[in-house]
């Protein structure tokens, strides 16, 4: 019965290649976000939506597109993938977008470009 | 610029001791903030939360304290289990608007049998 759930876990791919990341929160939070944590371990925030409208864009590639069908998934998908891009990609929801709430995180997808 | 730092990257203490780990944040504005645990291959859980109003929260084997005036808050596991051995994460934001957390770099405990 998990919370937070990515698809794919693992993404290997060529460098110039399109790929997507799904992510589905079964906990009926209004909010969701995509976190980036890089080589040097720093888990940042990309993107967040509430309630399907995007409220956080912290000066990602616009190569990045976040995209929210209902407000139970946030998807990303990356065009024109460069090595920089690999990293881990955490997918997370909290109930409300500001005030004091946690967030609640998924297992990550671990981007792999060559 | 690190706005919340976690100058230790390692620690390891025997089994049964307390674990402390620090953190320490530049900007004012914070007045929400938790520590995350995270296994390998696994996303950050989340442990432990304390709001500027108060100096001290507890939950079971965890405390938090928050240290105002110095900007610092510390983490305390005891007694540690092997279990904790995990990443720690402390993160932090503004009670206020759509502010995103901003996560320290992580502390790796051991906790040795």
């Known amino acids: 019965d998990t919370a937070v759930s990515q698809t794919p876990k693992y993404l290997v791919t060529q460098m110039g290649n399109d790929k997507s990341i799904k992510c589905e929160q079964n906990?009926?939070?209004?909010?969701m976000y995509w976190y980036k944590q890089d080589s040097k371990k720093f888990l940042k925030i990309m993107f967040s939506y509430n309630n399907k409208e995007l409220i956080i864009n912290e000066t990602v590639p616009n190569r990045f597109s976040p995209k929210s069908p209902d407000k139970a998934h946030l998807n990303l998908h990356i065009n024109s993938l460069e090595l920089g891009d690999s990293a881990v990609y955490f997918c997370?929801?909290?109930?409300?977008?500001?005030?004091?709430?946690?967030?609640?995180f998924g297992p990550g997808t671990r981007l792999t470009v060559l | 610029d690190q706005q919340v730092k976690q100058n230790s990257p390692s620690l390891s203490v025997q089994e049964g001791r307390i674990s402390i780990l620090n953190c320490d944040y530049t900007n004012s504005m914070f007045d929400y903030f938790l520590w995350y645990k995270k296994y390998p291959a696994e996303g950050p859980t989340f442990l432990i939360s304390i709001s500027s109003i108060k100096d001290k929260n507890e939950d079971g084997r965890f405390t938090v304290f928050l240290n105002k005036s110095a900007k610092h808050l510390s983490l305390h596991i005891v007694p540690s289990q092997p279990g904790d051995s995990a990443v720690y994460f402390c993160?932090?934001?503004?009670?206020?608007?759509?502010?995103?957390?901003?996560f320290g770099k992580g502390t790796r405990l051991s906790v040795i049998a």
């Open positions: 906990l009926g939070h209004d909010t």
């Open positions: 993160a932090a934001n503004p009670n206020s608007g759509n502010t995103p957390l901003v």
């Open positions: 997370a929801s909290s109930p409300r977008a500001s005030g004091y709430n946690e967030q609640f």
